[in-house]
């Protein structure tokens, strides 16, 4: 080894001991704001997993009531725990077992949810339940051949003619809403 070579590697040695120090500065000067940071990661990242696990047992929870409600629909426990844990699955299968049972009072109390769908199909159901025009979103090909069908019964088969006349021919009733025409209204 030289000369050139020992300088060379205590100069190396030198700047190493030197960015030490000056991370050692750094670190004092700023050691409150460090231990900040690295505790605010350190809380969201176990705030995020606390909460994670508590919605996953919310749904665990919410689909055993479900599956309970599946082979016994009065269980009043099990109706609670699925209200409490889901209130949208909640209210599809209040929504089901109203469809079931015809129950017009549970689809009234539906069709204001503030779950679009629920409350559209809820109202759509009334309706049909209670022989008046329907008006559904979701259901709107249908409920325009239920219209017409209304509309027949009264014998006003102009306006039935118009309301099949809606329906588009890419819409799945299509062909039901051309038979209707063909068969039930004359002229």
Do not use: C, W
Not at 65 to 71: C, D, G, I, M, P
Not at 86 to 110: C, G, H, I, R
């Amino acid at each position: 080894m030289t000369i050139d070579d020992v300088k060379k590697e205590l100069s190396g040695d030198e700047q190493m001991l030197a960015s030490a120090f000056k991370a050692e500065k750094l670190y004092k000067k700023h050691k409150l704001k460090i231990f900040i940071v690295i505790g605010i990661v350190i809380t969201y990242f176990a705030g995020t997993a606390i909460i994670e696990t508590m919605a996953e047992d919310k749904r665990e929870r919410a689909n055993s009531a479900y599956l309970v409600l599946e082979k016994d629909a009065k269980d009043n426990n099990a109706l609670n725990s699925l209200k409490s844990n889901n209130p949208a699955l909640f209210e599809l299968f209040s929504y089901q077992e109203a469809v079931k049972s015809s129950d017009t009072d549970a689809l009234k109390s539906l069709s204001s949810s503030k779950n679009e769908i629920i409350s559209d199909l809820s109202s759509y159901h009334l309706s049909i339940i209670n022989n008046q025009p329907s008006d559904s979103k979701f259901n709107a090909e249908i409920g325009k051949i239920h219209n017409a069908a209304l509309l027949i019964k009264e014998g006003k088969t102009t306006e039935a003619k118009e309301e099949l006349e809606l329906i588009p021919e890419e819409s799945p009733v299509y062909n039901i809403s051309k038979l209707i025409k063909h068969y039930s209204i004359k002229g």
